[in-house]
């Protein structure tokens, strides 16, 4: 499956909650860009959800929304290896090989680590100590070269460089250092309708716009969002909540509507019911069609098993190769 020359680019996804427009124009669309470029490998993380538990009823629906959401969005099943993490037993295996060389001081130091022993003290389990190891087994296995993620995950990335270092300096060169593919200015933050930040998977769902939301609701949220009154002096600098309003119109509406309400704005015309009106229609026009492609993939259970089945099997010929080597780099190689 290698492709000559092309870099090696891994990133997983979260199996639990759904996915909103921030996770669309945050990341998504940026693996969409790279499937063109990079070989990628894409993959649902179902064993790092086991660190909290779910219920098991939960994360068949679970991983089978995520995937279909994904492909919803333009991912590529053909292009990129799209799997789901447990159906590749080399991860694990490679989990455990990388934990000999994790030290329990610094996975304790971890700033994850430590906020979810706090939220959760009565469930400090060793697979939330060692997350980062799995994580790191992930890149590693695929000598993944670049991770598409965001700044709460560049700690995790910083100890994937340091077992890919250690284990490198112990047993011989064997796997490249993962850096963060950081696309720089393309980076946006989408702001949440209540103008508290940005949107996000676990805070105020009535201010975060998903993929899966019905075009009723699209509309219902976008026109609660916070706004305020029209600014009475001519070419005003916007507050926030307005300057939020505009963020989200630039990303699902044409030029010249956003041309016209900032005219309105500027010269003091504006009524922000119209403004909220046009960006719920645009925000439907955006959202509705990812919304019934992705019912339609989740219910077509024998597509999506061909997908996942596929993707596991480009994501374990790689995984393969680099645990034979690792194997061998250690010594556990007893039969050649
Ligand atoms: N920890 C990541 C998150 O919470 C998900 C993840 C698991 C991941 N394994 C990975 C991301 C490997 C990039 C590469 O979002």
């Known amino acids: 499956m290698h492709i000559m020359g092309k ?14 427009i921030g996770n669309y124009f945050g990341a998504i669309k940026n693996y969409i860009r790279m499937q063109e470029d990079y070989q990628c490998y894409f993959f649902v993380a179902d064993y790092h959800s086991l660190t ?15 995937l279909a959401e994904n492909i919803a969005c333009g991912l590529d099943p053909e292009k990129v290896a799209l799997y789901v993490q ?3 037993p080399e991860i694990p295996e490679l989990y455990l090989m990388l934990n000999m060389m994790a030290y329990k001081g610094e996975l304790e130091k971890t700033a994850s680590f430590k906020d ?13 100590l060692t997350y980062p190891t799995l994580m790191s087994a992930d890149i590693l296995i695929h000598k993944g070269q670049f991770v598409p993620v965001g700044k709460d995950q560049e700690q995790h990335l910083e100890m994937a460089r340091t077992f890919a270092q250690r284990f490198n300096f112990r047993y ?5 250092e993962p850096h963060p593919f950081n696309f720089g200015a393309d980076l946006v933050k989408i702001p949440s309708l209540d103008g508290k930040g940005k ?35 001519m070419n005003s600098s916007k507050p926030e909540v307005i300057e939020n309003l505009f963020s ?9 509507i956003i041309e016209n309400f900032e005219t309105h704005f500027n010269n003091c015309t504006i009524r922000y019911g119209d403004m909220k009106k046009q960006l719920a229609e645009d925000m439907v026009k955006f959202i509705a069609p990812i919304r019934e492609k992705a019912i339609a993939i989740q219910e077509d259970t024998s597509y999506l098993q061909g997908i996942m089945k596929m993707g596991a099997a480009k994501a374990r010929e790689s ?12 010594g556990i190689n007893f039969y050649c």
Do not use: Q
Not at 172 to 176: A, E, I, W, Y
Not at 204 to 232: H, Q
């Open 7 to 20: 870099e090696i680019v891994v990133s997983g996804i979260r199996s639990t909650g759904f996915l909103h």
């Open 172 to 176: 011989g060169d064997t796997f490249p």
């Open 248 to 256: 989200l119109m630039n990303l699902v509406s044409e030029p010249a």
């Open 116 to 128: 979810k022993a706090r939220a959760n003290p009565e469930n400090v389990n060793a697979g939330l």
């Open 52 to 66: 909290t538990h779910p219920d098991p009823a939960s994360l068949k629906p679970n991983v089978y929304r995520v």
């Open 199 to 233: 949107m996000s998977k676990s805070e105020n769902e009535n201010a975060t716009l998903y993929l899966a939301d019905t075009d009723d609701l699209i509309r219902k949220k976008v026109m609660k969002a916070v706004s305020g009154d029209a600014p009475t002096e």
């Open 319 to 330: 995984a393969a190769k680099t645990l034979a080597e690792a194997r061998k780099n250690m």
């Open 86 to 88: 447990s159906d590749i």
